[in-house]
C-alpha cells in the first residue's frame, strides 16, 4: 500500500490548466461570478483571522502571566468599542449577501433558447437523453461550448445530486419531481460530473463525464450517436453493447464472475439457455422455459427481466434492480441479448473488455 | 432548598369538580359540533374547505380551554401563560416557513408519478 | 467577615462526593448530580472513543483513490456510524450532561438540580439510546447517513436493516437531552441562592441556560419526524416517500429544524466554557460580560431561523433560499462579538500558558476558521458549488469537533483538579494540547482545499487527483489521536498518581472554587456567598497549597 501511495504522490503532475490555489480551473460563464464571491469572502476571512490571531498571539506574549498574583485592571466593557464590532461585521455581512443573491440568481434563471437535456439518476448510473436528437447517452453527456444548457432532471429512485465542479454548478436530483440547472461551458474538453447527494453502495462510484465539443460538430456527433445502432447488423451489436449500453448495469453486474448487488454476467447465458436459474420464490427458469411455457425461449425472459426486473428476483440477491421500461428500444434490448451470447469473444477472463464499439480489439 | 421566591408555588389549587364536569360537557357539546358539520356539503355555497376551516375552529376553541383550565394556565403565573404562547408562535413558524417552501416548489412535482401508488391501486384492480 | 482558615476547617476533606457512599449501586442509581456528571463523563468519553475509531477508520481507507480498507458498504456504514455516535452520543450531551450537571449546580450555588431523579433517568436513556445504536449494529447496520434523508433510508431494499433500532436509539437520546434541558432551565430559575442575580451568573451558566431552551424547543421536532420515519419504514405510509405522493424535502426541512440548533447545542456551552477559561486563566475581569451573555440567547433564537441554508442545492425554492441566506448571516455577527470580547479580555491580562488556557486559545484560533468559512456556506452562489463536498466537511468539524470538543475537552482539563482532586501533569498536557491543535489543523485544512477543488464528501472512493490532500489529511488524523491517546493516559494517570489538587489550582472566582476538592456530598457545607465572578483581585497565591486564598484583607464579597 505505502509503495502504491509513494507512486501516485510522485506520479501527481498537476494538469496545465490547474485552477487556482482554492478553486478548481474555471470553465463555464457563471464560473467568473462565483469565484469573484469566492475572492471577496477570502480577503474578508484573511483580514479577520489575521486580526484574530495577532491580537491573540501579541497579547499572550506581552501579558503572560509573570507572577501568580499578578492583579489586572483592563476596562471590564466599552460600549461604543463593542456596538463597532457589531455593526461594522453587519454592513459586510450584508454586502456578501447582496453579492451572493445576485450571482445565485444568474445561476438560477435560464436564459431564453437553452439547448435542453433530460437527466435521469439511478443508481447508479446517470442517463442523458437529448430529445432534439433522440440521442440517449450513458455515464457521459456531450454538449456544445458556447451554447446555454439546460439539465431538466429527474430521478427514478432516491436523491442524487449533479455536481460538475469545474462548471461550479449544482443541483439535487429528486424523484416524482422536476429539478434543473444550466451552464455554458466556455472552454472545450473534457469535464468532472460527480453524484454528490449520498445514493446508497456505489455512490462514490455514481460518475459522469462531460465533453465540451466545438457548435460545429456538435449536430453532426448527436445524429451518429442517435442513430449510430439503427443500422448496425446483428454481428455489430455485441461490441456496441458492451461499449455503449452496459455502463449501466456495471455497478451491480460484473463480468468476470463475482457477484455484486446483482448476479455477475459473465456465463448468464450459458446459464439461462438451460434454465438454470433458481428465484427467491422457489420456482426453477427450466419450468418456465420450453414449449407451451410462459417465456418459451431464453431471449423473452431477458427480455423481462430488462423491462420488469421484479418479477423473477434470482435467490441470494434482493432485488434492487430498477425497470428500463421506456429507456431502452427494442433494437437495444435485441443488442442486450446478443451481447450476453456473446460475451466470451467481448472480455477477457479478468472481465476487462477486449472490443471497442466499431468491434476493433483495445489496446 | 433556597428559592428565591417561595409566595409563588401554587401546586394544588383546588377547582371544583362540578366546575371541571361542566368544563368536560362543553367539550363533548363541541365534538357534537364537529362531527354535526362534518355532515354538511359545503360546495353549495362554493366554499369547499367550510368544512375543515369549522372543524378547525372549533378545535382550537377547545384546546384553548383545555389549556386554561384542565391545564390551570387560568390560574398560573402569567410567566407560563408566556411560554405557553411563545411556543405556540414558534410552532407557526416552523409550519409557515417549511410550507411556504413547499407550496413555491409545488409546479416542479411531476403529476401522478407515484410509482407504488399506481403499483397498488394495479393490485386492487387485479383482485377485483 | 469569614476568614480562609474558617472555611478550610468546616469543610473536611476526607469527605467527599466520590467516596460517601460505596459500592457500584451507589454510583448507578445515585440522585447526586455530581455522580451523574462523572457517569456521563465516563460513558460520553468511552463513546468519543468508539466514534473515533471509526474516524481512523474512513481517514486510515481514503488513503488511496480505490480504498485502502473497506467495500463500499462497509466504508458507507462507517461514515454513518462515526456521524450518528459522535452526533447524538457525544458532541450533544458532552458539555451540558457531562461537565454541565458537575459544574451548573455549583456554580450556581445550589444543592443539586431541581430534579434529580429526572436527571439519573435521563442518564439511564443515554444508556438505553446507547444500547439501540449497539443493536442496529447488531440488525443489518445503518448505511444511510446520521441525517437518515428519505426515501434512501425508508427504502427497505437498498438501506440496511439496522435503521429502525438507530432511529429509535437517536430518538431515545432525543428525550435524554430534553430532561437535561429542562432539568438545567428549571435549576437556573429556581435554585439560585440570595445575592445569585441573573447577571452575577457565570457566562458557562448563561452558554448552558441558552443551550437547554434549544434543547427543549427543538428535541420535540426531531422526535415527531424520526416517528414519522420509522412508522413510514415500517408501514408505508407515504410522507416523506415520493414514490406514495410524499416528499423527501419536506423531511429535509424537518430534519434541520432540529439539526441546525443542535449545532447550537453543541458550541453554546462550548463557548461558555471557553468564556471561563480565558477569564479565570488571564485574571482579568471578563470583557463585555452582558455582550458575551445576550449573544448566548441570540444565538439559540436565531439558531431556529436558519434550517434552510442545508438545503441551497436540496431543491428548496429561490424565494426561501433568499430568505434562509439572510437569517443566517445574522448567526454570524453575536459569534463575532464573542470572539472580540474574548480578545479584549486578554488585553492587559495576566496570561497563564497552561493546558486548559491552550485548549482556550486553541478553540479561538480553530473557531476563528470554523465561523469565517460559514460565510462562503451562507452565501448563496459560492454555496451552490460548496454545497456536499469536503469543504462542509471540513467546515462543521472545525465548528463540532475543532471548537465545541476543543471547548468540552479544555473544560474537562479546568474541572479536573474540582472533579478529581487529583492534579495532572501540566508538561504532558500542553504537549497533547500542542499535538491535538495542530494534528485537527492539519487534517481538516486540506479538507477545505480539496472540497473546493471538488471532492464531494461520502465518497469511498475517489479522483486520483485528491490523494496527496487526502494522504496529508490522514497524517493530521495521526497526529491528532496521538495527542488524546496521551490525554486519556495522563488523566487516567493523574487518578491513582496525581499530585492532590488545592481547592482552587487556577485562581477561579466562581463559586465552584470555593468548595473543596473534590467538593462534598451536598456542596456546600454552608451558603457560599456571591459576589462578581470575574473579579480577581480578592485573591492570592499561596505557595503552600499551590493554590489561591482569600486575599486576607479583602472585603468579602455579599457584605
Not at chain 2, 9 to 29: D, Q, S, W, Y
Not at chain 3, 135 to 156: A, E, H, N, Q, R
Not at chain 3, 272 to 282: C, D, K, R, Y
Amino acid at each position: 500500500m505505502i509503495e502504491t501511495i509513494l507512486y501516485s504522490l510522485l506520479s501527481n503532475v498537476p494538469p496545465t490548466d490547474n485552477g487556482t490555489f482554492w478553486l478548481p480551473r474555471s470553465a463555464s460563464t457563471v464560473a467568473e461570478n462565483i469565484d469573484f464571491t469566492f475572492e471577496l469572502i477570502n480577503w474578508i476571512c484573511y483580514f479577520f483571522f489575521a486580526v484574530i490571531v495577532v491580537a491573540m498571539v501579541l497579547f499572550c506574549i506581552k501579558y503572560r502571566r509573570k507572577s501568580p498574583n499578578m492583579t489586572c485592571d483592563g476596562p471590564t466593557h466599552n460600549t461604543a468599542l463593542e456596538l463597532t464590532w457589531t455593526i461594522a461585521p453587519l454592513l459586510l455581512v450584508v454586502v456578501i449577501f447582496t453579492v451572493g443573491m445576485r450571482g445565485y440568481l444568474d445561476l438560477r434563471e435560464a436564459p431564453e433558447g437553452c439547448y435542453e437535456v433530460q437527466v435521469t439518476g439511478q443508481k447508479w448510473s446517470w442517463t442523458f437523453n437529448h430529445p432534439e436528437f433522440g440521442a440517449t447517452q450513458v455515464g457521459e453527456l456531450t454538449v456544445p461550448v458556447g451554447k446555454p444548457v439546460r439539465l431538466l432532471m429527474t430521478s427514478n429512485d432516491v436523491l442524487h445530486s449533479v455536481w460538475i465542479p469545474d462548471f461550479r454548478v449544482k443541483m439535487d436530483v429528486i424523484p416524482g419531481r422536476y429539478t434543473s440547472l444550466w451552464f455554458e461551458a466556455t472552454k472545450v474538453g473534457d469535464y468532472q460530473l460527480n453524484c454528490t447527494e449520498y445514493c446508497g453502495k456505489d455512490h462514490s462510484k455514481m460518475l459522469a463525464k462531460v465533453h465540451v465539443i466545438p457548435v460545429d460538430e456538435f449536430d453532426a456527433t448527436m445524429i451518429k450517436l442517435a442513430s449510430e445502432y439503427e443500422d448496425m447488423s446483428r454481428a455489430e451489436l455485441p461490441a456496441y453493447a458492451i461499449n455503449r449500453l452496459y455502463n449501466r448495469c456495471v455497478s451491480c453486474h460484473s463480468l468476470d464472475g463475482s457477484s455484486g448487488t446483482g448476479p455477475s454476467f459473465n456465463g448468464l447465458w450459458d446459464r439461462v439457455k438451460v434454465g438454470q436459474v433458481k428465484f427467491t420464490s422457489g420456482e426453477a427458469l427450466s419450468s418456465l422455459l420450453g414449449d407451451a411455457t410462459e417465456y418459451g425461449e431464453p431471449e423473452n425472459y431477458i427480455r423481462e427481466s430488462i423491462l420488469n426486473p421484479q418479477k423473477h428476483i434470482v435467490q441470494g440477491y434482493l432485488g434492487s434492480m430498477p425497470s428500463f421500461q421506456g429507456q431502452l428500444k427494442e433494437k437495444q434490448i435485441t443488442a442486450m441479448i446478443e451481447m450476453f451470447k456473446h460475451l466470451d469473444e467481448l472480455t477477457d477472463a479478468n472481465g476487462n473488455i477486449t472490443v471497442n464499439k466499431d468491434g476493433t480489439p483495445t489496446e | 432548598m433556597s428559592n428565591t421566591d417561595h409566595n409563588h408555588i401554587e401546586v394544588g389549587h383546588a377547582v371544583p369538580i362540578k366546575f371541571l364536569t361542566a368544563i368536560c360537557c362543553l367539550l363533548l357539546f363541541l365534538t357534537a359540533v364537529t362531527v354535526w358539520v362534518s355532515r354538511y356539503d359545503f360546495n353549495e355555497i362554493n366554499i369547499a374547505e367550510m368544512g375543515i376551516i369549522m372543524a378547525l375552529f372549533v378545535a382550537t376553541v377547545k384546546a384553548t380551554i383545555v389549556g386554561l383550565y384542565f391545564m390551570h394556565l387560568r390560574w398560573d403565573r402569567p410567566f407560563i401563560g408566556f411560554i405557553f404562547i411563545g411556543s405556540i408562535l414558534f410552532v407557526v413558524l416552523f409550519i409557515s416557513l417549511a410550507l411556504t417552501d413547499t407550496m413555491e416548489y409545488q409546479p416542479e412535482i411531476i403529476p401522478g408519478d407515484t410509482p407504488a401508488v399506481t403499483a397498488a391501486m394495479d393490485k386492487l384492480k387485479e383482485s377485483r | 467577615m469569614i476568614t480562609t482558615e474558617a472555611k478550610h476547617d468546616n469543610l473536611s476533606m476526607s469527605d467527599n462526593y466520590l467516596n460517601h457512599t460505596k459500592g457500584i449501586k451507589s454510583w448507578l442509581f445515585t440522585l447526586d448530580h455530581k455522580r451523574i456528571g462523572m457517569m456521563y463523563l465516563i460513558c460520553i468519553l468511552l463513546a468519543f472513543l468508539l466514534g473515533g475509531i471509526f474516524a481512523m477508520l474512513i481517514r486510515f481507507h481514503l488513503l488511496t483513490p480505490d480504498g485502502a480498507l473497506m467495500t463500499q458498504d462497509q466504508y458507507n456504514q462507517a461514515f454513518t456510524v462515526h456521524g450518528a455516535v459522535m452526533v447524538f452520543l457525544v458532541i450533544i450531551p458532552a458539555v451540558p450532561a457531562a461537565l454541565g450537571n458537575f459544574v451548573l449546580p455549583i456554580m450556581l450555588g445550589a444543592k443539586d438540580v431541581a430534579f434529580p431523579r429526572l436527571n439519573l433517568f435521563s442518564w439511564w436513556l443515554w444508556i438505553l439510546g446507547l444500547v439501540f445504536f449497539l443493536i442496529s449494529l447488531g440488525t443489518g447496520g445503518v448505511d444511510t447517513g446520521w441525517t437518515f434523508y428519505t426515501p434512501y433510508s425508508i427504502d427497505k431494499a437498498s438501506s440496511m436493516g439496522g435503521v429502525i433500532p438507530a432511529l429509535i436509539g437517536a430518538f431515545v437520546l432525543g428525550f435524554s437531552s430534553i430532561f437535561t434541558g429542562m432539568n438545567f432551565i428549571v435549576t437556573i430559575h429556581r435554585l439560585r441562592p440570595v445575592g445569585m442575580t441573573w447577571f452575577r451568573m457565570p457566562l458557562f451558566l448563561w452558554g448552558t441556560y441558552a443551550t437547554a431552551i434549544i434543547q427543549v424547543l427543538a428535541t420535540p421536532v426531531i422526535g415527531i419526524t424520526l416517528l414519522l420515519l420509522i412508522v413510514e419504514r415500517s408501514f408505508g405510509i407515504g410522507i416523506f416517500d415520493p414514490a406514495l405522493g410524499g416528499d423527501p424535502v419536506l423531511y429535509q426541512h424537518f430534519f434541520w429544524f432540529y439539526s441546525h440548533p443542535a449545532v447550537y447545542i453543541m458550541i453554546l456551552p462550548a463557548m461558555g466554557i471557553v468564556s471561563e477559561l480565558i477569564a479565570v486563566h488571564s485574571h482579568r475581569h471578563i470583557f463585555g460580560y452582558k455582550f458575551i451573555a445576550y449573544s448566548s440567547i441570540a444565538i439559540a433564537m436565531f439558531g431556529f431561523l436558519v434550517w434552510g441554508h442545508h438545503m441551497f442545492t436540496s431543491g428548496q425554492s429561490q424565494l426561501v433560499n433568499i430568505i434562509f441566506s439572510l437569517i443566517t448571516f445574522s448567526v454570524s455577527i453575536p459569534s463575532a462579538i464573542k470572539v472580540f470580547n474574548w480578545l479584549a479580555t486578554l488585553y492587559k491580562g495576566s496570561i497563564s500558558l497552561n493546558t486548559p488556557m491552550l485548549y482556550g486559545l486553541s478553540f479561538i484560533f480553530i473557531f476563528g476558521i470554523g465561523g469565517l468559512t460559514g460565510l462562503y456556506c451562507a452565501t448563496l452562489n459560492t454555496d451552490v458549488h460548496l454545497h456536499d463536498s469536503y469543504f462542509i466537511v471540513a467546515h462543521f468539524h472545525y465548528v463540532m469537533m475543532g471548537s465545541a470538543l476543543i471547548g468540552f475537552i479544555g473544560g474537562i482539563h479546568h474541572w479536573w483538579p474540582k472533579m478529581t482532586g487529583k492534579m495532572y501533569n501540566e508538561a504532558w498536557g500542553r504537549f497533547a494540547c500542542v499535538l491535538v491543535f495542530v494534528g485537527f489543523n492539519v487534517t481538516f485544512f486540506t479538507q477545505f482545499m480539496m472540497g473546493s477543488r471538488g471532492m464531494p464528501r461520502r465518497y469511498a472512493t475517489y479522483q486520483p487527483e485528491f490523494q496527496t490532500y487526502h494522504v496529508i489529511s490522514t497524517i493530521g488524523s495521526t497526529i491528532m489521536a496521538l495527542g488524546f491517546v496521551i490525554t486519556a493516559i495522563y488523566l487516567l494517570h493523574s487518578v491513582f498518581k496525581g499530585k492532590k489538587a488545592p481547592r482552587n489550582p487556577w485562581g477561579g472566582r466562581s463559586l465552584e472554587w470555593q468548595c473543596s476538592s473534590p467538593p462534598p456530598w451536598d456542596n456546600f457545607a454552608e451558603q457560599p456567598e456571591v459576589g462578581d465572578c470575574y473579579d480577581f483581585s480578592v485573591l492570592v497565591w499561596n505557595e503552600e497549597e499551590q493554590g489561591y486564598d482569600w486575599r486576607k484583607d479583602a472585603v468579602h464579597p455579599g457584605e
